[in-house]
Nanobody, 127 residues
Framework: QVQLVESGGGLVQAGDSLRLSCAASGRTFDSYHMGWFRQGPGKEREFVAAISWNGNIRIYTDSVKGRFTISRDNAKNTVYLQMNSLKPEDTAVYYC????????????????????WGQGTQVTVSS
């Protein structure tokens, strides 16, 4: 069982930056690939970024490439999402999620592959 708690959301202006954090409970954090998803108002949840258990593989959705960076610190049981050059269309609730590397060998962006989810943190970008 893994419990995930996101933090770092807020209200910012277009062009600003935010760093989201997701703290995981338990002692097996490095057993999980980690992902970030988001759900904007009136939209379906979508994949944003993911990172393999050891940080060697990172994948992004096209709309955030070059602006967002996912990273992790296994010693701190935490995954981060650095978001730069934010746009109003980035407004959403951001969720982190965990994917067992023993079941999914290569990190994916498919939400159904993720077993554990946080409660989400709101990011609002004003124009």
């Amino acid at each position: 069982q893994v419990q995930l708690v996101e933090s770092g959301g807020g209200l910012v202006q277009a062009g600003d930056s935010l760093r989201l954090s997701c703290a995981a409970s338990g002692r097996t954090f490095d057993s999980y690939h980690m992902g970030w998803f988001r759900q904007g108002p009136g939209k379906e949840r979508e994949f944003v970024a993911a990172i393999s258990w050891n940080g060697n593989i990172r994948i992004y959705t096209d709309s955030v490439k070059g602006r967002f960076t996912i990273s992790r610190d296994n010693a701190k049981n935490t995954v981060y999402l650095q978001m730069n050059s934010l746009k109003p269309e980035d407004t959403a609730v951001y969720y982190c999620a965990a994917q067992d590397k023993r079941r999914i060998l290569i990190v994916t962006g498919r939400s159904n592959d993720y077993e554990y989810w946080g409660q989400g943190t709101q990011v609002t970008v004003s124009s």
